[in-house]
């Protein structure tokens, strides 16, 4: 059974920084394009970075973009989503989610078969 699990979610305020993690399980995390998506209040789910399976690939929404930071250990089957300069903005719900195909690079959401619980991220003004 493929399990993916966040951590490392809080409170905290403009300007800081927090760093979450997605543990994998249950399948070869190394053949798999990974990404984080996060969902607001109100809102639809929205792409926010995804790492190539080897991690030589990194894409993020422009709205991240030079404040996130995507990783991953292969060894250790986790990704990683280093967030600074949070705003109010990015107070969401973050996903970790995974896409088993063998080919391709996708931000879309539906193109993704496993899915965390999520974590919450909560920035105060």
């Known amino acids: 059974q493929v399990q993916l699990v966040e951590s490392g979610g809080g409170l905290v305020q403009a300007g800081g920084s927090l760093r979450l993690s997605c543990a994998a399980s249950g399948r070869t995390f190394y053949t798999d394009v990974m990404a984080w998506f996060r969902q607001a209040p109100g809102k639809e789910r929205e792409f926010v970075a995804a790492i190539s399976r080897v991690g030589s690939i990194l894409r993020y929404a422009d709205s991240v973009k030079g404040r996130f930071t995507i990783s991953r250990d292969n060894a250790k089957q986790t990704m990683y989503l280093q967030m600074n300069s949070l705003s109010p903005e990015d107070t969401a719900v973050y996903y970790c989610?995974?896409?088993?195909?063998?080919?391709?690079?996708?931000?879309?959401?539906?193109?993704?078969?496993?899915w965390g619980q999520g974590t919450q991220v909560t920035v105060s003004s």
């Open positions: 989610a995974a896409d088993s195909a063998p080919w391709g690079f996708n931000v879309n959401s539906r193109e993704y078969d496993y």
